[in-house]
């Protein structure tokens, strides 16, 4: 019986889905596919490179289709700001069920439009189409790319040795968002009022455009990357993959919000492994972590010193709850669960 899959395969599956599948070989492409590495790099015939990332965006029950339009633009953006380069275009295509107002479209098209205006970018074409194998409206994929100097991008694998790990916002900012939506009445009678109100309006936190604008501006920024599926855990251990060097992260070292821990707590997954897209991780050098943590903090944007990177280390490893152990190739993201029990 084949192994049912929900969300992206491992890693190491993955890899090997993939592996010597790519075209034709080009050595204009100097960041191609893998793990950890959400935009390829492409050097340009004038001098310049392009960042582009490509997303599907599914939507989430009980949150109006404007916000499904907010975030096609903002987690396809937030792809290429990992790189230090600035989102410039996108394309999209939107599929809708074939039973769908015209109106749903119109709102969905225009939120994409004001939240791609309000990080300047242009919107160079896509597709919209009504089929009836589609049961909710969906954008099947969202491109976005962006130019810069040969001298002015990084790469998720750029991380060195001796480099301080940063993390913004807090762990499990997408799922703890989302669940809070899905979940509303279930977790009315578990998570105090306050604490719920807050987890709810994370959805505007499920972005990293600004957390890795700011931070690449500050200098001393060598890999940046947006723990989306597998959590913080997943995007550490991909940052590791891409690099090539080992870490050592300190969990202990975070008071994860009050909100985050109530919902999870209360819906029994681990904050730490689940999807958070809004979360960055920062690899930097150790002597300007102090100047990128106080440009983070002057834009209000919580952040945290969550390890380093150390070429001594022979394996991963991860300190949580007063112990020490390995950190190991992420599993199934616990959010998927959780995320389609809830729609049924």
């Not at 991909?238 to 070292?253: I, V």
Request: charged fraction near 20%.
């Amino acid at each position: 019986m084949t192994e049912k899959i929900t969300g992206k395969p491992c890693p190491t599956r993955l890899k090997s889905i993939l592996s010597g599948r790519f075209g034709k070989p080009s050595a204009d492409l100097l960041v191609g596919p893998g793990p950890g590495l959400d935009a390829a790099i492409l050097r340009l015939r004038d001098g310049r490179v392009m960042a582009v990332a490509e997303d599907p965006i599914f939507p989430a029950v009980g949150l109006p289709l404007e916000l499904m339009g907010w975030f096609t633009v903002h987690i396809g953006a937030s792809d290429v700001a990992v790189t230090g380069v600035k989102p410039e275009f996108m394309t999209y295509t939107l599929l809708m069920p074939g039973t769908s107002p015209e109106s749903d479209a119109e709102r969905i098209v225009a939120s994409i439009s004001e939240a791609a205006s309000g990080l300047g970018i242009t919107i160079a074409g896509g597709h919209t189409g009504w089929y009836d194998v589609v049961q909710v409206p969906i954008v099947g994929g969202v491109t976005v790319w962006g130019f810069a100097a040969q001298d002015r991008w990084i790469s998720p694998g750029g991380s060195r040795d001796g480099d301080i790990i940063l993390m913004t916002k807090g762990p499990s900012i997408e799922a703890v968002a989302l669940l809070s939506v899905l979940y509303r009445e279930k977790l009315a009678g578990a998570v105090p009022g306050e604490l719920l109100k807050t987890a709810l309006s994370r959805t505007d936190q499920i972005t990293v455009v600004e957390d890795a604008a700011v931070a690449f501006a500050a200098g001393g920024v060598h890999a940046m990357h947006d723990a989306t599926e597998g959590g913080v855990l997943g995007g550490l251990w991909e940052m590791h993959s891409a690099s090539g060097l080992s870490l050592l992260a300190d969990l202990d070292n975070v008071e994860i919000p009050a909100d985050i821990r109530a919902v999870s707590d209360s819906l029994d997954f681990d904050p730490w492994a689940a999807i958070s897209e809004g979360t960055l991780l920062a690899a930097v050098d150790p002597g300007r972590a102090d100047t990128v943590r106080k440009a983070l903090a002057d834009r209000g944007i919580p952040v945290w010193i969550i390890g380093r990177f150390d070429a001594k280390l022979k394996s991963n490893r991860l300190r949580r709850n007063g112990k020490e152990m390995e950190l190991t190739e992420p599993g199934p993201d616990p959010f998927w669960r959780l995320f389609f029990a809830g729609l049924a």
